[in-house]
């Protein structure tokens, strides 16, 4: 048999290609876009069936946790999101610039969980980046 079809590289990363299968499913097969997307990422990277099927629950996830609006709830200060993996992140106005927003979050690396002065595509990196974290 084929080296590469019967085994799997531990060092080799499948998310990312699984990420590209499970959106490519979606579109060929909305009625089960797991299996297929199982199927076109083993015959992308000759994987094993569950190191496939693991990485494309992982994208799955992944791709669930990707849409903000979904998990975005308006506040009086501003806006909460609230994760699938448990953490959460509040975005408010930076009240000292124009068109600046403040970010807090226990999930943040930052002093006291806060980022300040951030433009809306820098918050919106730190929210993926909370949103594709482990769970808590």
């Known amino acids: 048999m084929d080296q590469q079809t019967t085994t799997t590289d531990p060092a080799i990363d499948l998310r990312p290609q699984a ?5 490519q499913a979606q579109t060929d097969r909305p009625d089960n876009p797991k299996l297929w997307a199982v199927k076109l990422l083993r ?34 200060q501003g806006w909460r999101y609230e994760f699938p ?3 959460d ?14 970010i807090l979050s226990d999930a943040l690396n930052a002093p006291g969980g806060q980022v300040v002065g951030l433009t809306s595509e820098q918050v919106e990196a ?6 594709a974290l482990p769970a808590n």
């Not at 015959?43 to 996830?61: K, N």
Request: hydrophobic content about 45%; some cysteine.
């Open 19 to 23: 990420v590209t299968a499970v959106r």
């Open 43 to 76: 015959g992308a990277t000759g994987c094993y069936l569950g190191d496939g099927a693991r990485a494309v629950e992982w994208a799955i996830a992944h791709l669930a946790a990707m849409r903000l609006d979904e998990h975005r709830v308006p506040t009086t």
């Open 85 to 87: 993996n448990g953490h």
């Open 89 to 102: 992140a509040s975005v408010i106005n930076d009240p000292h610039r124009l068109f600046r927003f403040e």
């Open 126 to 131: 730190k929210l993926h980046t909370i949103a």
